[in-house]
């Protein structure tokens, strides 16, 4: 008995500890693995203010053209190296005449729909994509953005209302927010914002997702956006035939566009 009491009291000393651990250590958890997994000359640490830095992965292009820099941002919940698109997107990309540059996103915040939690998370977005574009101005040609699930969702927000320079293009892969108001407001925004746009689902998609896609053509047609294509796949994400998908897909619509 004296030792169940003895392990109690432990407990609850520790979990404060353990709980201030678990909520600081997701993206250090991601940057460890990635260090771990990916060849050092890939990795590269990108300032932000207040002396603090985030990780991205930057590879070159395989061929003897440059067209210019893709950046490339996973959902909220993902890693820069993450499984669903981004991976395959930023290894083969550089096949097209691509520098890519893979960034680890800020954590999403858990209640999306809390005061101030997503102008802070936007914020907090909007710093790395500076950095990021920062380092993509170095290289040759224009710059592209490819952005997947939440992060893809906030980034056409802030293109809308002009707080990020826009790119020459911008690829959406399966674009919500976990909010119905807040998806209503992503088509509104993807209909006035000016940024050529590939707009991408699964129909394995989350189900905000595939509710918003008739809605975001509706509002597209209505404030005649110069350029947009929705593209409706079908089966997963994760599936290796389905990103081979995507990546033509993709290739085809920015040559397409003059890219």
């Given amino acids: 008995m004296r030792h169940l009491l003895y392990l109690c009291l432990l407990c609850c000393l520790l979990l404060p500890f353990l709980s201030f651990a678990v909520s600081?250590?997701?993206?250090?958890?991601?940057?460890?693995?990635?260090?771990?997994?990916?060849?050092?000359d890939e990795l590269v640490e990108l300032p932000l203010l207040q002396q603090q830095s985030f990780l991205a992965l930057r590879r070159e292009p395989m061929t003897s053209y440059t067209k210019g820099t893709a950046i490339l941002l996973p959902d909220g919940s993902e890693h820069a190296a993450s499984p669903k698109h981004i991976d395959?997107?930023?290894?083969?990309?550089?096949?097209?005449?691509?520098?890519?540059l893979a960034l680890m996103p800020?954590?999403?915040?858990?209640?999306?729909?809390?005061?101030?939690?997503?102008?802070?998370?936007?914020?907090?977005?909007?710093?790395?994509m500076n950095a990021a574009q920062e380092l993509a101005q170095k290289n040759p040609g224009v710059t592209i953005i490819i952005a997947q699930g939440s992060s893809a969702a906030v980034l056409n927000q802030l293109y809308a209302s002009k707080q990020l320079t826009e790119p020459a293009a911008f690829i959406m892969l399966g674009a919500y927010l976990?909010?119905?108001?807040?998806?209503r407001q992503i088509a509104k925004a993807l209909a006035t914002q000016q940024v050529p746009t590939l707009d991408i689902s699964h129909q394995q998609d989350n189900s905000q997702v595939l509710s918003q896609l008739r809605l975001r053509r509706q509002l597209v047609n209505k404030?005649?956006?110069?350029?947009?294509?929705q593209r409706s796949l079908s089966g997963s994400g994760y599936n290796n035939d389905v990103q081979q998908w995507v990546v033509h897909e993709i290739y085809g619509w920015l040559t397409s566009v003059g890219l």
């Fill in 24 to 40: 600081l250590s997701t993206e250090q958890a991601f940057v460890a693995d990635l260090s771990r997994q990916i060849n050092a």
């Fill in 223 to 229: 404030h005649m956006k110069p350029v947009y294509r």
């Fill in 88 to 100: 395959t997107l930023r290894q083969q990309l550089n096949d097209y005449g691509w520098h890519t």
């Fill in 106 to 128: 800020p954590p999403m915040p858990t209640d999306i729909t809390a005061d101030d939690a997503l102008a802070a998370y936007q914020q907090q977005l909007i710093e790395r």
């Fill in 178 to 183: 976990a909010d119905t108001t807040l998806n």
